[in-house]
């Protein structure tokens, strides 16, 4: 699923090609992609794109007349920068936005279709589909501690839930807590004040890091190798290779849908967290699938 890095780089390069432009026409090929009826979609059309903003992993294209568009692209779905009129069909196409210059397109792979498109009217219609996650990299330290101990969760179940934390999702998480140090199985409030300080470097290093990254692989062009999983990262997706910093094979957990990558020399010391008892602990901490997670809406 495109996490923070991912939907910055994606707004970005809209930003250079739609911002101000009109919205000539919009082309549903996904019955299932539309989640809202009023307003109706047709009056986004001849619309001005006015603003682009993320609102957690989810795109949000503002027009006028205070109209928005949200798109949430979860696990599979994809935009792709086309010439105008661009052609796009089942299975994997979901919808084309047709602009003066250019058409954007919309797909999906695989056959669950999970992604979304919302139009929403005004800020209380934009900020009903924001989970309230904290935007950490606009906060300090006392406000980071303040949400991650908030409840005691697993630290890798607490910086992927959109409630606490924008944008962090299952891949990110993994390389935020191998740059900590920390275990995944870590409870929130039994951290100490050094380690929930490390966190919140590492939590800032490691998206900043990586938003630079996703900059300079990109350029003036558009993202079209969006994924979760990158030759550079230190553990996610890197099952059974030696770690980068130690040269231990690095470890994983699964647990329904899910899956923690982890380093077992540099976070756990030395210790497998793949026993049944700690793997239920994950599990019972975690949605059955990515899905739930990110759909959880705000604390009342």
Not at 26 to 43: E, G, K, Q, W
Not at 240 to 258: L, S
Request: proline letters at 5%.
């Amino acid at each position: 699923m495109p996490e923070l890095p991912d939907i910055v780089v994606y707004i970005e390069a809209l930003e250079k090609r739609i911002l101000g432009q009109t919205l000539e026409g919009i082309r549903l090929v996904s019955p299932f992609l539309l989640r809202t009826a009023d307003p109706p979609l047709a009056s986004a059309q001849g619309r001005q794109v006015c603003e682009l903003r993320r609102v957690g992993k989810r795109i949000a294209i503002g027009l006028d007349a205070e109209l928005w568009l949200v798109l949430h692209l979860m696990i599979a779905g994809r935009l792709h920068w086309q010439k105008r009129g661009a052609k796009v069909t089942r299975p994997r196409g979901l919808a084309a936005f047709d602009f003066p210059n250019g058409t954007l397109t919309w797909t999906e792979a695989g056959s669950q279709k999970r992604a979304s498109l919302h139009v929403v009217r005004g800020q209380a219609g934009l900020s009903a589909l924001d989970p309230g996650g904290l935007e950490v990299l606009e906060t300090d330290l006392e406000h980071f501690s303040a949400a991650l101990t908030s409840a005691n969760h697993t630290l890798k179940r607490a910086l992927a839930d959109p409630r606490l934390f924008s944008g962090i999702g299952n891949a990110y998480s993994d390389e935020i807590l191998f740059e900590a140090r920390l275990s995944p199985l870590a409870l929130t409030q039994k951290l100490s004040r050094d380690e929930i300080e490390r966190l919140f470097q590492a939590v800032r290093l490691t998206l900043l890091r990586w938003l630079a990254e996703l900059r300079s692989e990109t350029g003036d062009g558009f993202p079209e190798k969006v994924t979760a999983f990158r030759e550079n990262m230190a553990v996610h997706g890197r099952y059974k290779e030696p770690c980068v910093r130690c040269g231990a094979k690095i470890q994983r957990i699964r647990y329904a849908a899910n899956e923690t990558n982890y380093c077992p020399h540099c976070q756990t010391s030395g210790r497998l967290l793949a026993d049944r008892a700690l793997s239920r602990l994950l599990r019972e901490d975690w949605p059955r699938t990515p899905e739930e997670l990110e759909l959880l809406t705000k604390k009342s």
